[in-house]
């Protein structure tokens, strides 16, 4: 037979295809080594596997610049097809992995600095004064007592001491990873101005800041109603000479070393007490919950939606509590090993009701590597990171109502009456909106500190400054502005983890339940809403459509995803406030006569022997235990 030989014109698409799927290969490989790596020093914090873990990444920091400049030899701007054009806008969009192979002293010394800040964050201490060989770690000593005391001074000493403990520690490193993470994203070509135009890149919305503060703005009264009521309960706990009718709230009494979610403190404010509530811990105790149970409750959720399930490997070689022999990294994580294959959570969980929300979260990052692994790995990211946040909180949404939580032996009974609604509404408004503000001011610090407006002087004032403004709280105890590094006793600022995503997700994760709720055939207030308590077919609907979003990965813009969902294509505060409108009218009703807001040069009383601290002989003034008297 005569061959025909067609003449491959190779166009440009043509190459720019060759070039990505042998650049896929690689990457698979390069990150694979690269989170083995990863994984094997955050669950074993050795010096060996620190060393190990460097290596590896200053590897896929050179892949990543090497597949860049590849790329940009390529004309593909001209390409014909969009999505080969989108996956090489990505390749040569370098960030923080430094540009050019001389700056491998910077390259070096930035990942010195993350692991040293990290290590500081995950390994600080704070010992007993009276016993100084009683110490406490942030997982499960310090986390636990700020759950679960009520005591105001033992609760100023589990808060002061990890700022001593971390914050402290840090401070002096912060300026010089801010320099060298700026250095690194101004060498890219298209170079970024700073970190924080780079982090806010990956959101490809021009008005983005001026979106979420317009999201922020309408949320603002919700948050104001939760936080006076909030404050009068607190009052009545603790007295009215530790806390002001009309001030902001000392931070400490909240439930949670960083103020963000206050479900823990549930009982002291519960609206009608020996209704059903959904503080379930004691029952999952009671019935001996295992933490093994709690994550295959999980996995049950996605089985039931239709969502892929986790692949034995996941059950294989996750770490679910912490390990008795070794240091790890507690803060939980989903990690996905970008093999198409290896999904994993690490984490130090115990059981509490807290946790198995935790465990939804991480379970829906997995999901979502599972759903979108078959795309190419620049598309294996969250449509825009607020979607990847999203998708745990959105399932658990459904979890946490009171005939789910029945339908998995959690609640014995259902009130079905408006008083047990409003103690679920609180339930979830005590996560859900007490979050708002945090999960907004933490990258406005963060990118004021990049760009410079910011400075280390002004680090910790700027900070407080913030925190006092958007969540209405202040220190217990007098800050130090010399020494005190409080930002950094978060986990992700001391691991470089943005933040702006987990705001973003507060409001998409309501816009995805709302129209799921639809999908599944819900009637009757969003609140009430499980998207797994409808018949089969529409349970089906719900998943596959999720399923459809999940799918698509970061190959399209995020409102093209949006849009699969919910038919819009703009973020919108209005299901977050639907959801929670009934606590919202209860709140007003009994903040009648109480200020909403806060009066911001209100100051907690400090008593420094009460506190633990001293007084130096050349009056001095309060010396906090972490501190000595000047000149001794
Ligand atoms: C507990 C949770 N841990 C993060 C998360 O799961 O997002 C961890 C650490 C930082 C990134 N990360 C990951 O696992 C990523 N690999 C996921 C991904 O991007 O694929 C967390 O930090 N949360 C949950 C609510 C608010 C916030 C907090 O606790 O303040
Ligand atoms: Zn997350």
């Given at each position: 037979a005569v061959r025909t030989v067609r003449l491959q014109l190779t166009s440009g698409d043509d190459q720019g295809w060759a070039f990505i799927w042998d650049y896929n290969g690689?990457?698979?490989?390069?990150y694979y080594d690269t989170m083995v790596a990863r994984w094997n020093y955050n669950t074993n914090l050795t010096l060996e596997n620190s060393r190990k873990?460097?290596?590896?990444?200053?590897?896929?920091?050179?892949?990543?610049r090497q597949a860049a400049q590849i790329a940009s030899s390529f004309d593909w701007q001209n390409f014909n097809n969009a999505t080969l054009k989108r996956l090489f806008r990505k390749i040569t969009l370098l960030g923080t992995a430094v540009n050019h192979i001389e700056q491998a002293r910077e390259a070096r010394e930035y990942n010195n600095l993350l692991t040293e800040m990290r290590l500081i964050y995950s390994t600080g201490k704070v010992c007993e004064y009276h016993n100084p060989t009683s110490c406490l770690v942030l997982k499960p000593?310090?986390?636990d007592c700020l759950a679960d005391s009520r005591d105001y001074d033992r609760l100023r000493f589990c808060w002061e001491g990890l700022r001593d403990?971390?914050?402290?520690?840090?401070?002096?490193?912060y300026p010089r990873f801010v320099e060298l993470s700026n250095d690194a994203v101004r060498q890219g070509v298209p170079y970024?101005?700073?970190?924080?135009a780079y982090w806010r890149s990956w959101y490809e919305t021009a008005d983005f800041q001026e979106q979420l503060e317009n999201l922020y703005n309408q949320l603002t009264p919700l948050y104001n109603n939760l936080h006076a009521y909030v404050r009068k309960k607190l009052r009545a706990t603790y007295g009215q000479d530790k806390i002001s009718a009309t001030g902001p709230i000392p931070a400490h009494l909240l439930g949670n070393m960083w103020s963000q979610s206050w479900a823990n403190i549930y009982k002291l404010v519960e609206p009608y007490p020996g209704k059903t509530s959904i503080n379930v811990t004691a029952k999952m105790l009671s019935d001996g919950w295992t933490v093994d149970r709690m994550f295959r409750t999980s996995g049950d959720f996605l089985k039931a939606m239709g969502l892929i399930e986790m692949p034995q490997n996941f059950w294989d070689n996750s770490m679910f509590v912490k390990p008795a022999d070794r240091e790890v990294v507690c803060h939980a994580s989903a990690w996905d090993f970008y093999n198409a294959h290896d999904v994993r959570i690490m984490m130090c969980s115990n059981v509490s009701m807290e946790n198995l929300i935790t465990i939804h979260h991480e379970m829906g990052h997995i999901e979502?590597?599972?759903?979108?692994?078959?795309?190419?790995?620049p598309f294996r990211r969250g449509a825009n990171p607020g979607f990847h946040e999203a998708v745990g909180d959105l399932l658990a949404l459904s979890v946490a109502t009171p005939t789910h939580l029945q339908g998995i032996g959690l609640l014995d009974t259902v009130e079905d009456d408006n008083e047990s609604d409003i103690n679920f509404l609180m339930s979830m408004a005590l996560d859900k909106i007490a979050f708002l503000p945090f999960g907004y001011l933490m990258d406005q610090w963060r990118w004021a500190v990049f760009n410079g407006s910011i400075t280390p002087a002004t680090y910790n004032q700027e900070w407080w400054k913030l925190r006092t403004r958007y969540q209405g709280i202040v220190p217990p105890v007098p800050r130090n502005h010399d020494k005190d590094f409080d930002p950094g006793c978060k986990y992700h600022i001391a691991a470089n983890n943005p933040y702006i995503r987990y705001f973003v997700s507060s409001v998409l994760q309501f816009q995805f339940h709302q129209a799921l709720c639809q999908t599944s055939g819900h009637t009757g207030p969003l609140h009430k809403c499980d998207i797994s308590a409808g018949t089969q077919a529409h349970r089906a609907a719900a998943g596959q459509k999720l399923a459809r979003m999940l799918q698509m990965g970061a190959s399209q813009p995020w409102p093209d995803?949006?849009?699969?969902?919910?038919?819009q294509r703009t973020m919108s505060a209005q299901p977050i406030v639907e959801y929670f409108q009934p606590l919202i009218t209860w709140l007003e009703t009994?903040?009648?006569g109480e200020t909403l807001g806060w009066d911001e040069s209100w100051t907690p009383t400090y008593d420094c022997e009460a506190a633990d601290g001293f007084t130096c002989a050349d009056g001095s003034g309060c010396v906090r235990p972490g501190d000595r008297c000047d000149g001794v």
């Open positions: 690689r990457a698979e490989q390069v873990q460097d290596e590896a990444n200053f590897i896929e920091a050179h892949f990543d000593d310090l986390s403990a971390v914050g402290r520690q840090l401070k002096d490193k970024w101005e700073d970190t924080g979502y590597y599972l759903q979108y692994k078959h795309h190419p790995v995803a949006m849009e699969v969902i919910t038919g009994q903040n009648v």
